[in-house]
């Protein structure tokens, strides 16, 4: 039988951008994360370039980068308790509008 060979495409990278963008992957990085100066003609250009070569910033790479993982753990009683379920999509709601996640975990009873 003969062997089939499947090739994936690569994950774009900031690399990938700066050079679609012709600029640095500094460049990139201060308009992906919207921090310092960067020319509005360039800024236009790079995000040209993001979205050309479908790039989208890894939150696993940012985590350890930053050391943050802009993740907030919430853990209730019962999530049968009409409470719980109250508490955990305020705390959902309120961390998503400042950029966090959340995960949601059911205590039980015992200690350990």
Do not use: C, W
Request: aromatic share 6%.
């Amino acid at each position: 039988h003969p062997v089939k060979l499947i090739v994936m495409a690569a994950i774009p990278t900031m690399m990938d951008v700066a050079k679609r963008a012709n600029t640095t992957v500094a460049t990139v990085s201060r308009v992906v994360n919207n921090v310092g100066y960067v020319s509005t003609s360039l800024r236009e250009r790079v995000q040209a370039a993001i979205a050309e070569v479908g790039y989208v910033p890894n939150a696993n790479a940012r985590t350890l980068r930053t050391k943050r993982s802009r993740t907030i753990g919430v853990v209730v009683g019962d999530l049968m308790n009409p409470y719980s379920v109250e508490l955990a999509n305020a705390v959902t709601g309120a961390a998503v509008a400042y950029g966090y996640t959340t995960f949601i975990a059911a205590a039980t009873d015992d200690v350990d």
